[in-house]
């Protein structure tokens, strides 16, 4: 055993010791311990590189505003996710992730992105996928709501979705040809998980570059340009289609369009997936908050559909959501290279981390949402419980202007798609209540649920043992 003072080089003690807490589904919680250890600011050597990590708002609010220009994902980042995603939204930096955001943009700013009605159509075949299960009593629906989001995100991306969930409630006695869209949320699975794996390595990524990873990218890749190649049969008259737009734009390059396209649809699936497993994993461990969700939802609608309208009038409801999202945030640390030469933080140095921090080219900033989201001095004594009533006290537009809640980033690269995730997550909850009486875990848990959540990491977070429910219709 070596001695406390000694350290292995290049940071790969962090690396063992974050593979260890990976390991046992504990990785943002030794994230949160560490800050309650070493401060809100601190650095150390990470997977090679010299590492500043950070909650404190006021340095994520000048890693992703202020000083926006000397910050990026750098080529790390780029090479260790360009085999799935190619050159996207996602893994470029400058003037080529502008040109990306620029292109991407129009389709979140319809006014009617995204269509109910296209929405409504995937909800009815999640429910029938549920109650196509035998137990009510014992039900995951983690995949069934991975499925729901890709079959949303293809329709409203390539103007025909893959359908996952009607397949599902088919017979299984009914031979089913070969599928694209199963082809593909298959491959992505996989190329999904060796990249999350890859990214933990930072600059050792290259030493996780096994054939199933290979394989897997390839054949996603190669499954989504035939997706587009049928979606231009059969999208050319479908109006909430992005598909169109974006190859007209890029002057029909197939292949260019697949690599925006598969940086929309792995966050269309994953980032909502993500965010409508944790508000059904929350309210199943929280019966009181789900009879007066579904209270609120039944006096405004009874059982008909939801408009825009209703939706932004129901308190409740946001509260639950942005409660989830302060506790779950889809990604829960993040990161930023410096790339435009030396500078600092406004904060993290000095004897009492007030005073400002020296940021050489080349360091890598990680900030963690998840540790912002759960700092006692921002949040109050009670920052463990999941309490959407602490909405009404101090609302998320305040939150969001003093950096101590920011699930979708901020900055010039704040989430394209935030929008789109509400209204998706809100309308399926509300259809969710109206559906089921009551939603409880299959395990009781009491009331200290959440130090039993074993984590799952990729590049979203997720409930490692799914979200085992028993519903009552």
């Given at each position: 055993?070596?001695p ?5 080089p ?5 690396l ?11 990785l943002?919680v ?6 309650e250890?070493?401060?809100?600011t ?9 590492t500043?990590l950070t909650?404190?708002p ?6 992703l ?6 910050f ?6 780029h ?13 470029l ?11 991407l ?16 159509g ?8 549920i109650e196509?299960?035998?137990d ?16 949303t995100?293809?329709?409203?991306f ?9 397949s599902?409630?088919?017979s299984?006695?009914?031979p ?19 990249t999350?794996?890859?990214?933990r390595f930072?600059?050792f ?7 199933e990873?290979r394989?897997?990218?390839?054949s ?32 029909l ?7 925006e396209?598969i940086?929309l ?6 980032s909502?997936?993500?965010l409508?497993?944790?508000?059904v994993?929350?309210l ?5 908050i789900?009879?007066r ?5 039944i006096?405004k609608l009874?059982?008909?559909?939801p408009t ?10 946001d ?10 945030p ?7 290279l410096c790339?435009?030469g ?21 360091t890598?900033i990680?900030?963690?949402?998840y540790?912002?989201?759960?700092s006692k ?5 009670d ?5 959407p009533e602490?909405w009404?006290v101090?609302?998320?537009?305040e ?15 704040r989430c ?8 998706l ?7 969710f ?8 875990s299959v ?6 649920w959440?130090?039993?959540i ?6 979203t ?8 429910v028993?519903?009552?219709?």
């Open positions: 055993m070596l406390n003072s000694w350290f292995l290049f940071g790969l003690d962090k063992f010791k974050s593979l260890a807490a990976e390991k046992q589904r504990k943002p030794l994230s949160l311990e560490e800050h250890k070493y401060g809100d601190y650095a150390q050597y990470a997977g090679g590189l010299f500043i909650r404190d006021r340095n994520i609010a000048a890693l505003t202020k000083q926006f220009p000397k990026g994902y750098g080529p790390i980042r090479n260790c996710f360009a085999p799935l995603l190619g050159d996207g939204i996602f893994t930096d400058g003037s080529a992730w502008e040109h990306s955001r620029k292109l943009a129009p389709i979140f700013h319809k006014p009617n992105f995204p269509a109910f009605e296209t929405i409504e995937h909800v009815q075949d999640l429910f029938s996928a196509a299960n035998d009510m009593n014992h039900i995951d629906l983690r995949p069934l709501i991975y499925d729901f989001t890709l079959d995100a293809t329709d409203f390539l103007g025909k979705s893959t359908h996952l969930l009607k599902r409630s088919e299984p006695s009914v089913k040809p070969y599928d694209l869209g199963s082809t593909f949320s298959s491959a992505f699975n996989t190329a999904v998980s060796w999350a794996t890859r990214e930072k600059a990524y290259w030493l996780v570059n096994p054939r990873f394989s897997s990218c390839s996603a890749r190669h499954s989504l340009k035939n997706m587009i190649l049928d979606g231009i049969i059969h999208s050319r008259d479908i109006q909430h289609s992005a598909l169109n737009d974006i190859l007209s734009k890029l002057e390059n197939i292949y260019r369009a697949r690599d396209l940086n649809i792995f966050a269309g699936r994953d909502n997936a993500s409508l497993c944790w508000v994993y929350a199943a461990r929280e019966p009181i789900y009879s969700l579904r209270k609120e939802v006096a009874g059982q008909r559909q825009k309208k209703e939706i932004n009038e129901m308190e409740y409801l509260f639950v959501v942005h409660e989830t999202l302060r506790l779950f889809a990604v829960p640390i993040n990161g930023r790339l435009g030396d500078t600092t933080l406004p904060v993290g140095g000095g004897e009492d981390g007030e005073k400002p921090v020296y940021v050489p080219r080349g890598l990680c900030f963690s949402t540790g912002t989201h759960r001095k921002l949040y109050g004594e920052v463990g419980e999941f309490k602490r009404k101090k609302g998320v537009r939150r969001g202007l003093d950096y101590s809640y920011h699930p979708f980033s901020a900055g010039p690269r394209l798609g935030e929008n789109y995730a509400l209204m997550t809100k309308y399926t909850v509300c259809r209540v109206q559906r089921f009486e009551g939603v409880t395990e009781d848990e009491g009331s200290d959440q130090g039993r074993r984590y799952q990491i990729g590049l977070m997720a409930p490692d043992d799914g979200v085992v028993n519903l009552r219709p």
